[in-house]
Structure formats: C-alpha cells, structure tokens
C-alpha cells in the first residue's frame, strides 16, 4: 500500500515538473516571437503556457504585451488583471498595473475629434496609483499619472463650463416662452378692448322714463275718464233743454 502511494506520488511530481518544463519552453518561444515582432505566433505560445498552467502570472502579463501590439486592448487588461491575481512580486504587480494603467489613458484620448473619456480617465488614474503603491520610485507612472490627472481636470472644467452654458441658454429661452406668452396675452387683451361693445337685446329705461304698458294704461284710463265727462255734459245739457221747454211752455 505504501509503495503504491509512493509511486503515485512520484508520477505526480514527474507530471507537474514537466508541465512546468513545457510552460518555460513555451515562454521562451512566445518571447522570442514578440522580439521578432511576430505578435501573433507570440500570443499562440503564451496562450499554449497558459493552458499548461492558468495561474503563470508571466504568461498572462506577456500575452496582454503581445494582445496590445494587435491593438486589442481591451483583451489585453483582462490579462493584465490575471497576472496581478497571480503575482505576489511587486516590481512585476507595480508593472501590470503600469501598463493598465496605459491601455486605459490611450483608449481614453483614443479620437483625436471627440474630448478624453472622463471615467476611463479616472480607472487609468487608479491604475497608475496600484503601481506607485507596489514601486513608489517609478518616476515614469508617476509622470503618466499626473498627465491623466490633468486631462481630467481640463474636462472636468471643460464639462462644467459647457453645464453653466447650457444652464444660461435654457434660462434664456424659458424666458423667451414667458415673454412670448405675456405678448400674447396682452394681444388678446388689446383685441378685446378694441372689439365694439354688443348693445343689450333692450335698452336700459332711462331714470323717470316709464314703460310703454304703464302709457298704455294712463291713456285708457284718461280716454275712459274722457267718455265719462262726455256722458256727463251730454247729460246736463238734455236736462237744460227740457228745462228750457217747461220754460218756454210757460
């Protein structure tokens, strides 16, 4: 039982000792590649270590080397981020962290036309500090560090003008919409002062006039009064004339 544990033993240490062997042949061609340029053979060959053996921090920070030179940047942070899981040196993290660091400010002033990208500008910030933190004496991400800080405080000031800008223009026209409303207001007001006042259906009663019923009446009740009277001296004078008679019979 012993023997058997022990041989098993020995095939394992005989299998990792070769795999390591064949991952520090792979590296060695996927280095030479890159030194001739042949970034494509050298990403080949650094993928072919890494199969060997996932956790090779060396690997994965050459393959983001050779990923970049085929301009795929954002592949190449992702192998940066592998090495730095994996490093525990920190000449070679402060390295990764570096180069994050530059992938990141490039693609932020990637287009020449168009204003520096302010978030990537501030993970290319952050990048450059993990790599002082892990080498505080690498005047060069110290430099590329206050060069990415700059650009984002000149868009920072950048966006912050362009906001107090469109502030103004949004306060202008606002009152722009208040003075074209009082315009038109005050036209609708002076339409309405022009417009001729509508007659009432019926003229208001002067004071002391009175109604054509109340005439009405009066002049019944005075033509009735008339009649009366008239009744009345027809009356006295048929009275006279027999009188008269009774007199003249005399």
């Not at 940047?73 to 570096?98: C, F, G, P, R």
């Not at 009432?200 to 009175?210: D, G, L, T």
């Not at 109604?211 to 009366?228: G, R, T, Y």
Request: neutral net charge; without cysteine.
């Amino acid at each position: 039982m012993k023997k058997i544990v022990l041989l098993t033993l020995l095939i394992g240490v005989s299998t990792a000792a070769f795999a390591q062997k064949q991952v520090r042949k792979d590296l060695r061609a996927g280095n030479k590649a890159y030194k001739q340029e042949k970034f494509t053979d050298a990403e080949i060959d650094y993928r072919r270590a890494i199969k060997e053996n996932a956790r090779s921090s060396e690997a994965a920070y050459n393959l983001g080397n050779a990923l970049l030179r085929q301009n795929k940047a954002q592949e190449a942070v992702e192998q940066y981020q592998i090495a730095i899981q994996n490093e525990k040196d920190k000449t070679n993290l402060s390295k990764a962290w570096h180069n994050t660091g530059n992938v990141l400010l490039a693609t932020a002033t990637a287009k020449e036309d168009t204003p520096p990208d302010a978030n990537t500008l501030k993970q290319s910030i952050e990048a450059y500090k993990n790599a002082l933190r892990n080498n505080p004496h690498d005047d060069e991400t110290r430099y590329n560090l206050a060069l990415a800080q700059k650009l984002l405080k000149e868009q920072e000031n950048e966006n912050k003008d362009d906001q107090q800008q469109q502030d103004k223009e949004d306060q202008k026209d606002e009152q722009k919409q208040e003075e074209k409303k009082d315009d038109k207001q005050d036209s609708k007001q002076d339409k309405q002062d022009d417009k001729p006042q509508e007659q009432p259906q019926q003229e208001q009663k002067k004071p002391n006039e009175m109604s054509k019923e109340s005439a009405d009446q009066i002049l019944d009740a005075m033509m009735q009064n008339e009649k009366e009277t008239q009744e009345k001296v027809k009356e006295q004078l048929m009275k006279q004339q027999k009188h008269r008679k009774k007199d003249k019979n005399w």
